[in-house]
């Protein structure tokens, strides 16, 4: 670790998990309800059954196959697609307001370890930076309220997210950006996170140091090995 500066993390499953209190369909579901309740400003007629097929179903429809093409989709296409019914449409600063109410109960019931933020300051306090690479279809604003919401925001150095690129991993163009941001080479960077094939592989082709956050103590069944392997975020501190 002698040449490192930087160390990288993944965002979900890694420092932030997304799918904890109540279910997902839940979550979307009274996201709908305050979306609806923001359009509403706009026009009264617009009704939930309709922000939930017209909208919602299309855009979860249109960027299914996000995950193969390794392409995020402009949201503000498919909300405004529907909104042009209604004869009008919103800006984008005023997409990123709506999206992150329909994102509200995500957020607030986003889940990370109890002692992550001393985990975080540990590693800055040790003279390395922090970034996030990671993979996500929602605005990049959208995403970083949840690190405000984990009080970790103020100790990212840089966010390199996919939805502003609209690349994701494990196209290395992604971790390459990153590098550029933080004016450093991969063998001064480390990744750390929770996907063998999107987080490890394409950070060891670059050349940099990866540590797998294996939480859900999975056995290694794959040729991709990493450097590293932890069960929680805060044994990273042994090895920095």
Known sequence: MDVVKVIFFDMGNTLLHFHYGKSDDEKDMQGLIYLTEYLNKFNTKIKLDEV??????????GIKERRVTLTEYPIEDFLNNFLHKYEFSLKLEQCIEAINLFYTDYREQVYFEKDIYDTLKTIKDKGFKIGVISNTCYYDEVMKECFKKASIYDLIDSFTFSYSLRIGKPNKEIFKTAFETMKITPVEAVMVGDNLESDIKPALDL??????LNHKNNRINSEIVPDIEISCVSELLKYI
């Open 52 to 61: 939930k097929q017209g909208f919602y179903e299309n855009w979860m429809e």
């Open 207 to 212: 050349g940099m140091k990866t540590i797998w």
